[in-house]
């Protein structure tokens, strides 16, 4: 299991390049949680270890959320001196790839309208509770084509 703040800069690196779909800490958040879902549904484990709770604006990683609040809505710079070989395999920087593929192409408003379309944030979101890594691996598996 990897750590989800190297899972984040990893998605930062990414959004680096790309000035038009560079990512705020809502893109952040959506990523990380299609990031943990589809790892559920693939590979039957979790990515990271870190919770995941629907809040207002959708599913969020609460140690992630904090760490760029400061950032408000603003794009966040990618991270000075961070090598994903250090901290993945290769098979998960492909995996990360795909998904930075998917749904890094959307904007944040996009990616938080479609969670709040997908079952797992309506059902936890009246109690702004934690999505369990059961409910998110059986979610993530009816999405899988």
């Known amino acids: 299991m990897v750590n989800v703040h190297d899972v984040a800069k990893y998605f930062l690196l990414k959004g680096d390049d790309d000035d038009e779909n ?15 879902g589809f790892h559920l549904a693939l590979f039957e ?11 207002r604006h959708g599913p ?5 959320y904090h760490q760029y609040k400061n950032h408000n809505g603003n794009l966040i710079s990618a991270p ?3 090598e994903p070989t250090s901290f993945f395999s290769q098979s998960q920087i492909e995996f990360l790839d795909e998904v930075y593929e998917v749904f890094g192409q959307f904007s944040a408003w996009k990616l938080r309208n479609m969670t709040h379309d997908e079952p797992l944030w309506a059902s936890n979101e009246i109690n702004a509770g934690e999505i369990s890594v059961d409910e998110m691996a059986n ?7």
């Open 22 to 36: 560079g990512i705020c800490n809502l893109k952040l958040q959506k990523l990380l949680y299609y990031a943990q």
């Open 45 to 55: 484990q979790p990515l990271f270890d870190s919770p995941i709770a629907a809040w």
């Open 60 to 64: 969020v990683c609460p140690a992630v």
């Open 80 to 82: 000075k001196d961070f």
């Open 139 to 145: 979610y993530f598996k009816t999405q899988i084509k």
